[in-house]
């Protein structure tokens, strides 16, 4: 199942309530995407465990936390206390992945790691059982509305390949530059699982623009012959 993620990195900070809303409701966002950063792993900051838990009282719609932070294995599990459905570590941070991914799912969220886009997959698919969702990242993480990267596309399809090959219900996410114009290409290249920011939050009406996203992404991946369900 095609799933999109609007980044409240894109929103007003200043309404983040009402930001959120305006992305929800029938056939809107299946999550919202919370970046967070610590001006260490990536050079920008964001948000933190604070607004994450005044986000999850503000709305019904589950948080997918990104964490793009020094030291996951310290912080991960509070955001998971603080409301987040799903966190995201990056591997290239965790000391530990999989106790961490272990522990996040201990306390009752969906753990996920994230891989920046020089980092390759392969040496981590003994990890990969461990994970509910295994998030590529198609920009250099760190600021919004960047150029998506097409060279990620066969890492996207490579991933697709080892989760299928182990026979894993593991969601597969991509964030950075996607849109209207990349969205098909990452369905096709397997990936079920979509970030946006700007194409969703800079639309006109960003409720409709989630659904025309659902839309391209679903068919083109009926069309590549893509199994996502979940």
């Not at 490579?158 to 950075?176: E, F, N, P, S, Y």
């Not at 209207?180 to 397997?190: K, L, M, N, S, Y």
């Amino acid at each position: 199942m095609v799933q999109i993620n609007p980044s409240i990195l894109s929103a007003d900070f200043a309404r983040l309530a009402e930001e959120a809303r305006r992305v929800t409701g029938p056939e809107g966002a299946d999550w919202l995407h919370v970046d967070v950063m610590d001006n260490h792993f990536v050079p920008n900051l964001t948000l933190g465990v604070p607004v994450v838990e005044s986000l999850s009282r503000a709305t019904d719609t589950p948080l997918d936390c990104h964490l793009m932070i020094e030291s996951p294995d310290r912080w991960a599990p509070q955001y998971v206390e603080a409301g987040a459905g799903s966190v995201t570590f990056h591997v290239e941070a965790a000391a530990a992945p999989v106790r961490l991914a272990r522990e996040i799912r201990a306390k009752g969220a969906r753990a996920g790691m994230a891989l920046k886009p020089a980092t390759p997959i392969e040496p981590y698919e003994d990890l990969l059982p461990e994970l509910d969702m295994l998030l590529v990242m198609t920009v250099e993480p760190g600021f919004g509305g960047q150029a998506f990267l097409d060279i990620m596309l066969p890492k996207i399809r490579r991933t697709r390949q080892l989760i299928d090959k182990h026979g894993l219900r593991l969601w597969l996410q991509v964030d950075g530059g996607v849109s209207a114009e990349t969205v098909e290409r990452c369905a096709e290249a397997g990936a079920d699982v979509f970030v946006a920011g700007s194409a969703v939050y800079g639309a006109d009406d960003p409720a409709a623009a989630v659904r025309s996203l659902r839309a391209m992404a679903s068919e083109a991946a009926g069309a590549s012959g893509g199994s996502c369900a979940h």
